[in-house]
């Protein structure tokens, strides 16, 4: 694969320090409206050109409960968790009339290979209680990116940077760590290069 088959999103520039000269590299704003939006406008625009991306690559920063501060992760497995309609008969995390709870990219290979569950959801996590069980990452965008590339089918993985562990703590955490996964992700992008 080649660099101009690659789309990397982001959420924030301060989580890459501006360090992926080279690569096609979008900035979509925290949140998942706004990773839908742009991440939608973006491979529509590509789409014109000819130029559909073969994969997209998230890369951001997450909290975990059991994940120690400072590891790099792949999430293949998407759910949103703050998608609540209990009430309906659904569960949580499923968004209603819809089969799939679990948004599911396992199939693309990536070299980390663990396989985590990341749930998105529109807060910082810093408590986790009520949070659902199965989660292994909480962040704010990849399961919308997830969505678009599963709709418009286009193969997706996400490495998360784990700057804090979902606590009283994580705002000064995250903080403190947001820029320092960007060497370790550079690195894990050359495998995908030919």
Same mark, same amino acid.
């Given at each position: 694969?080649?660099?101009? =088959?690659?789309?990397?999103?982001?959420?924030? &520039? &301060?989580?890459? /320090?501006?360090?992926?000269?080279?690569?096609? !590299?979008?900035?979509?704003? %925290?949140?998942?409206? /706004?990773?839908?939006?742009?991440?939608?406008?973006?491979?529509?625009?590509?789409?014109?050109?000819?130029?559909?991306?073969?994969?997209?690559?998230?890369?951001?920063?997450?909290? @975990?409960?059991?994940?120690?501060?400072?590891?790099? %992760?792949?999430? /293949?497995?998407?759910?949103?968790?703050? #998608?609540?309609?209990?009430?309906?008969?659904?569960?949580?995390?499923?968004?209603?009339?819809?089969?799939?709870?679990?948004?599911?990219?396992?199939? !693309?290979?990536?070299?980390?290979?663990?396989?985590? !569950?990341?749930?998105?959801?529109?807060?910082?996590? =810093?408590?986790?209680?009520?949070?659902?069980?199965?989660?292994?990452?909480?962040? #704010? &965008?990849?399961?919308?990116?997830?969505?678009?590339?599963?709709? *418009?089918? *286009?193969?997706?993985?996400?490495?998360?940077?784990?700057?804090?562990? !979902?606590?009283?703590? @994580?705002?000064?955490?995250?903080?403190? /760590?947001? @820029?320092?996964? *960007?060497?370790?992700?550079?690195?894990?992008?050359?495998?995908?290069?030919?």
């Amino acid at each position: 694969m080649n660099k101009e =088959d690659i789309l990397i999103v982001c959420a924030l &520039e &301060e989580e890459t /320090n501006g360090e992926l000269d080279g690569w096609n !590299v979008i900035y979509t704003g %925290v949140g998942k409206v /706004n990773a839908t939006h742009e991440l939608t406008a973006e491979l529509f625009f590509q789409m014109k050109l000819s130029k559909t991306p073969e994969l997209v690559i998230n890369f951001g920063t997450a909290g @975990s409960r059991e994940i120690p501060i400072h590891t790099l %992760v792949d999430c /293949n497995q998407f759910i949103q968790r703050d #998608m609540d309609a209990t009430g309906l008969g659904f569960f949580k995390g499923q968004t209603p009339f819809e089969d799939e709870l679990i948004m599911d990219f396992s199939y !693309v290979n990536n070299s980390i290979g663990k396989g985590y !569950v990341c749930g998105s959801g529109d807060n910082f996590v =810093d408590n986790i209680d009520g949070e659902i069980d199965h989660i292994d990452v909480f962040d #704010m &965008e990849a399961y919308a990116l997830a969505k678009v590339c599963n709709k *418009i089918g *286009i193969d997706f993985v996400s490495y998360k940077y784990i700057t804090d562990n !979902v606590n009283e703590k @994580s705002s000064n955490d995250w903080k403190e /760590n947001c @820029s320092k996964g *960007i060497t370790e992700f550079k690195k894990l992008l050359e495998c995908y290069l030919d």
